[in-house]
């Protein structure tokens, strides 16, 4: 393989340098030889390639939504160099043979590194645990299991989940909703809004609670709790006792919990219609300055990907969910960058570093540094443009950005080595 030299990339805080890449690892680049591809990295900030949690690539089952081809090339060009890939697929992923087909799917068309995330329940029934430790064992190494999409309700299931994944330092990744309070119909935060639209509330309670809860049996388990998707402040609150408490509990973030609010509801397109739902602004708040203290650990996009047929339509008929791989960094940059809320290496911690971390993922969120893995992303801080839902790699086009001036950070993804996107300068 040629060498790849990345020239005078600014590593934030570490000045500006080359960077010299072979068979897939960083090398010195005073051993540059003559036989060289170059990027020219003037101006631009250098990151480990970005990590996402949360990612629903809906093969196998609804390969009409979205593959492993198109949500990996979307990840590249969203800076991604892995994703750990949700379990609510058709099949489910409860099996070592599902988690090893995901797996192979993701070897042969990804475009980044894609990891199988293991189903707690079978079925994602809630009833009875999934194949935990056949998964974790399987060729696939599974780490995080979640049942995404619904919730581990019953908490005798929850307990047997935190205590088997012990054994093999795995994660229970939960999406924190009870289902009394916040039933398959509620689709819009519960308060003055929700009330005159008509819609089903989906109060912060039902989140809150069910975290309340977990982290207790995360704390009697002395097992490892992972929270799906923080969507308002009174989680934050519970997360922020836990942790003071050395409770093992880690939480994300998605993109559109950091900026969009319940207002954009108001015109009741179905585009804004995700679980858990759009929050007001002062929740926006919460999540913003948890992130930037910490007590939030990451930003996952929940990506998730919808056929129009099954988005068209009205609005408390309409799937849940929003594209977010593509997107990811610039509302990132916008709501936290630009206003000073986090650094560079901040934000290289929440989305690379820490992802990776939690996931048990080693080749990942690694240093820029000799020896280490390329997985690396040159990133704009200056550029912007205006989200044009068309101008994706998804096939799917539920973009709640469309139309909205973001930051375009992302010009070129390095995944082991190879370059997987690069946007021409
Ligand atoms: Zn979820």
Same mark, same amino acid.
């Given at each position: 393989?040629?060498?790849?030299?990345?020239?005078?990339?600014?590593?934030?805080?570490?000045?500006?340098?080359?960077?010299?890449?072979?068979?897939?690892? /960083?090398?010195?680049?005073? =051993?540059?030889?003559?036989?060289?591809?170059?990027?020219?990295?003037?101006?631009?900030?250098?990151?480990?390639?970005?990590?996402?949690?949360? #990612?629903?690539?809906?093969?196998?089952?609804?390969?009409?939504?979205?593959?492993?081809?198109?949500? #990996? *090339?979307?990840?590249?060009?969203?800076?991604?160099?892995?994703?750990?890939?949700? @379990?609510?697929?058709?099949?489910?992923?409860?099996?070592?043979?599902?988690?090893?087909?995901?797996?192979?799917?993701?070897?042969?068309?990804?475009? %980044?590194?894609? %990891?199988?995330?293991?189903?707690?329940?079978? @079925?994602?029934?809630?009833?009875?645990?999934?194949?935990?430790?056949?998964?974790?064992?399987?060729?696939?190494?599974?780490?995080?299991? $979640?049942?995404?999409?619904?919730?581990?309700?019953? $908490?005798?299931?929850? &307990?047997?989940?935190? !205590?088997?994944?012990?054994?093999?330092? +795995?994660?229970?990744?939960?999406?924190?909703?009870?289902?009394?309070?916040?039933?398959?119909?509620?689709?819009?935060?519960?308060?003055?809004?929700?009330?005159?639209?008509? *819609?089903?509330?989906?109060?912060?309670?039902?989140?809150?609670?069910?975290?309340? &809860? =977990?982290?207790?049996?995360?704390?009697?388990?002395? $097992?490892?709790?992972?929270?799906?998707?923080?969507?308002?402040?009174?989680?934050?609150?519970?997360?922020?006792?836990?942790?003071?408490? =050395?409770?093992?509990?880690?939480?994300?973030?998605?993109?559109?919990?950091?900026?969009? #609010?319940?207002?954009?509801?108001?015109?009741?397109?179905?585009?804004?219609?995700?679980?858990?739902?759009?929050?007001?602004?002062?929740?926006?708040?919460?999540?913003?300055?948890?992130?930037?203290?910490?007590?939030?650990?990451?930003?996952?996009?929940?990506?998730?990907?919808?056929?129009?047929? =099954?988005?068209?339509?009205? /609005?408390?008929?309409?799937?849940?969910?929003?594209?977010?791989?593509?997107?990811?960094?610039?509302? %990132?940059? !916008?709501?936290?960058?630009?206003?000073?809320?986090? $650094?560079?290496?901040?934000? @290289?911690?929440?989305?690379?570093?820490?992802?990776?971390?939690?996931?048990?993922?080693?080749?990942?969120?690694?240093?820029?540094?000799?020896?280490?893995?390329?997985?690396?992303?040159?990133?704009?801080?200056?550029? &912007?443009?205006?989200?044009?839902?068309?101008?994706?790699?998804?096939?799917?086009?539920?973009?709640?950005?469309? +139309?909205?001036?973001?930051?375009?950070?992302?010009? @070129?993804?390095?995944?082991?080595?190879?370059? #997987? /996107?690069?946007?021409?300068?």
């Amino acid at each position: 393989m040629t060498d790849l030299l990345i020239r005078g990339a600014d590593l934030v805080g570490r000045g500006r340098s080359d960077l010299l890449i072979r068979n897939g690892l /960083f090398v010195d680049p005073a =051993d540059a030889g003559a036989d060289l591809n170059e990027l020219d990295a003037d101006g631009l900030v250098a990151l480990p390639g970005l990590v996402d949690l949360h #990612t629903h690539l809906r093969e196998p089952g609804r390969e009409d939504a979205e593959t492993v081809l198109s949500g #990996t *090339l979307a990840a590249a060009r969203g800076g991604f160099t892995a994703v750990l890939a949700m @379990a609510n697929t058709t099949p489910v992923t409860d099996t070592a043979e599902a988690a090893a087909h995901v797996a192979a799917l993701g070897a042969r068309d990804g475009h %980044v590194q894609v %990891v199988p995330v293991g189903a707690v329940s079978k @079925a994602l029934d809630g009833i009875e645990l999934a194949e935990l430790g056949l998964m974790a064992r399987s060729s696939a190494g599974v780490r995080v299991f $979640s049942d995404d999409g619904h919730c581990v309700w019953d $908490s005798r299931l929850m &307990r047997r989940a935190l !205590e088997y994944v012990r054994a093999f330092d +795995g994660v229970i990744a939960q999406h924190a909703q009870d289902p009394q309070l916040a039933g398959d119909s509620a689709c819009c935060h519960e308060g003055e809004i929700s009330g005159k639209l008509g *819609l089903p509330g989906w109060p912060a309670a039902a989140e809150a609670s069910v975290v309340a &809860r =977990d982290v207790q049996i995360a704390e009697l388990t002395r $097992s490892r709790l992972h929270i799906c998707h923080v969507s308002c402040a009174e989680t934050v609150d519970v997360i922020r006792w836990a942790k003071q408490r =050395d409770i093992n509990v880690t939480a994300e973030v998605a993109p559109h919990h950091l900026m969009l #609010t319940t207002n954009e509801v108001l015109g009741y397109d179905p585009t804004y219609k995700v679980n858990p739902p759009l929050r007001p602004a002062e929740h926006v708040e919460a999540l913003r300055e948890a992130l930037a203290d910490g007590t939030i650990d990451a930003v996952a996009t929940d990506h998730a990907p919808h056929a129009r047929h =099954d988005k068209e339509h009205a /609005f408390a008929e309409a799937a849940f969910g929003m594209l977010g791989l593509e997107t990811a960094l610039a509302a %990132v940059v !916008e709501t936290m960058i630009n206003p000073g809320l986090l $650094s560079w290496p901040e934000l @290289a911690k929440r989305m690379a570093i820490m992802p990776a971390h939690i996931a048990r993922l080693a080749d990942q969120g690694r240093p820029l540094a000799v020896g280490e893995p390329a997985n690396v992303i040159l990133v704009d801080p200056a550029a &912007r443009w205006v989200v044009d839902r068309n101008d994706s790699a998804s096939l799917s086009r539920n973009n709640p950005w469309h +139309g909205r001036e973001l930051p375009d950070p992302v010009v @070129a993804t390095i995944w082991a080595g190879r370059i #997987t /996107f690069q946007k021409l300068r």
